[in-house]
């Protein structure tokens, strides 16, 4: 399946933090937001300003000190 069927770049230009955001979707229903295409561009969209893009090796230094726990957890329904 082609990337673009999961994420596509906003259109805002005006944003807080790093200017690579994603486009996330409004969804009515609990099941759409925990698919994984959803909670990936939350924490993408989370990640500060001082990210370095430029290249994979500084993308790899910059998001290693970024706290990502609060996407890691994951809440499972009781019967």
Do not use: Y
């Not at 082609?2 to 770049?9: L, Q």
């Not at 486009?23 to 993408?44: L, P, Q």
């Not at 430029?54 to 993308?59: E, L, P, R």
């Amino acid at each position: 399946m082609p990337v673009a069927n999961f994420f596509e770049f906003s259109l805002v230009k005006h944003t807080r933090g790093q200017s690579f955001k994603l486009f996330n979707s409004r969804s009515n229903t609990c099941t759409r937001s925990t698919f994984f295409s959803e909670r990936a561009v939350n924490a993408w969209n989370s990640l500060p300003r001082d990210i370095n893009f430029n290249s994979v090796a500084g993308f790899k230094r910059s998001i290693a000190k970024v706290e990502l726990t609060e996407f890691l957890k994951v809440d499972f329904m009781s019967s």
